[in-house]
């Protein structure tokens, strides 16, 4: 089993930056293939970024591309989200997700590959 918390979501003017984090809970995070994903009202949730489990692998969807960077780090079971030069596109709740088991070390993009998934944190981008 693996719990998910987010944090770090609030309200931020056009241009700026925000970091998320996920805090990870369960001893299977290690080995945890990790995604980030978005919604916002009347809107299927979308893929913003993924990483595997060595953390060796990213991707990232193109319209975030150059702007946000994902990470983790292993020793506090935590996984990352820096957010810059932010736009009001991006304005959405952001939750974060995890599958286990994970197999190779690869990154995976569709909501349907998480099995856990966090209760998401909300970022306002304000023009």
């Known amino acids: 089993q693996v719990q998910l918390v987010e944090s770090g979501g609030g309200l931020v003017q056009a241009g700026g930056s925000l970091r998320l984090s996920c805090a990870a809970s369960?001893?299977?995070?290690?080995?945890?293939?990790m995604g980030w994903f978005r919604q916002t009202p009347g809107k299927e949730r979308e893929f913003v970024a993924a990483?595997?489990?060595?953390?060796?692998?990213?991707y990232y969807a193109e319209s975030v591309k150059g702007r946000f960077t994902i990470s983790r780090d292993p020793a506090k079971n935590t996984v990352y989200l820096q957010m810059n030069t932010l736009n009001t596109e991006d304005t959405a709740v952001y939750s974060c997700?995890?599958?286990?088991?994970?197999?190779?070390?690869?990154?995976?993009?569709?909501?349907?590959?998480?099995?856990?998934w966090g209760q998401g944190t909300q970022v306002t981008v304000s023009s």
């Open positions: 990483i595997s489990w060595s953390g060796g692998r990213t």
């Open positions: 369960g001893r299977t995070f290690s080995t945890s293939a």
């Open positions: 997700a995890a599958r286990n088991p994970s197999f190779g070390d690869h990154y995976y993009t569709e909501r349907g590959d998480y099995n856990y």
